[in-house]
């Protein structure tokens, strides 16, 4: 199960950080990918951790502008998103992968960002 | 970068059987993950590499990949099957693999 933190209303230029709380799996045997859908619009992927060495990989359209970390002691993941746009309007999405470079099995509930001035 | 693409919708009455292609350059020699997305709710898995069906998924959904086209199959269209359909693959073709979701294809229920 994957349990991510509540809605986020930010102003532009403004920074974000979504938790997203893993149990009764083990932690550290999974990599875990943030997914968007902004209003409207498609799936988005953004990047993914590996949470047992925590190697990162970002998509290159955020790369300048995300962390991806783990607190491993608290089976928690977080995705900080930086400079925030309007644009950024949408819902985030933490994801298992069930296996490396493959399918997300679990998915946490998705917390909505909402950047507005 | 690898693209993926999707019909923006497809119509199907109940009972009936809805194809999804997704559509992508070489796709038969990718593997295929399919998710069903409803309004409000996270994504759900209903395929993965290509045929294989998660527990708790129905029989009536399957999956095929050949050519440049993969294949969401949902047989037997119920009213709950309503919802917008994802295909998803990992680009591997460069140093920095990254995952990729196609366009998505909105299946309405007659």
């Known amino acids: 199960q994957l349990v991510q933190s509540g809605t986020e209303v930010k102003k532009p230029g403004a920074s974000v950080k979504v938790s997203c709380k893993a149990s009764d799996y083990t932690f550290t045997s999974y990599g875990l990918s943030w997914v968007r859908q902004a209003p409207g619009q498609g799936l988005e992927w953004m990047g993914w951790i590996s949470v047992y060495d925590g190697y990162t990989s970002y998509a290159q359209k955020f790369q300048d502008r995300v962390t991806m970390s783990t607190d491993t002691s608290t089976s928690t993941a977080y995705m900080e998103l930086r400079g925030l746009r309007s644009d950024d309007t949408a819902v985030y999405y933490c994801a298992r992968e069930g296996r490396a470079l493959s399918f997300f099995d679990y998915w946490g509930q998705g917390t909505p960002v909402i950047v507005s001035s | 970068s690898y693209v993926l693409t999707q019909p923006p919708s497809v119509s199907v009455a109940p009972g009936e059987t809805a194809r999804i292609p997704c559509g992508g350059n070489?796709?038969?020699?990718?593997?295929v993950h399919w998710y069903q997305k409803r309004p409000g709710r996270a994504p759900v898995l209903v395929i993965y590499?290509?045929?294989d069906r998660p527990s708790g998924i129905p029989e009536r959904f399957s999956g095929s990949n050949s050519g440049n086209t993969a294949t969401l199959i949902i047989s037997r269209v119920e009213a709950g099957d309503e919802a917008d359909y994802y295909c998803q693959v990992w680009d591997k073709t460069t140093d920095h693999p990254g995952c990729v979701f196609g366009t998505g294809t909105k299946v309405t229920v007659l």
């Open positions: 590499y290509d045929t």
């Open positions: 070489n796709i038969g020699s990718e593997s």
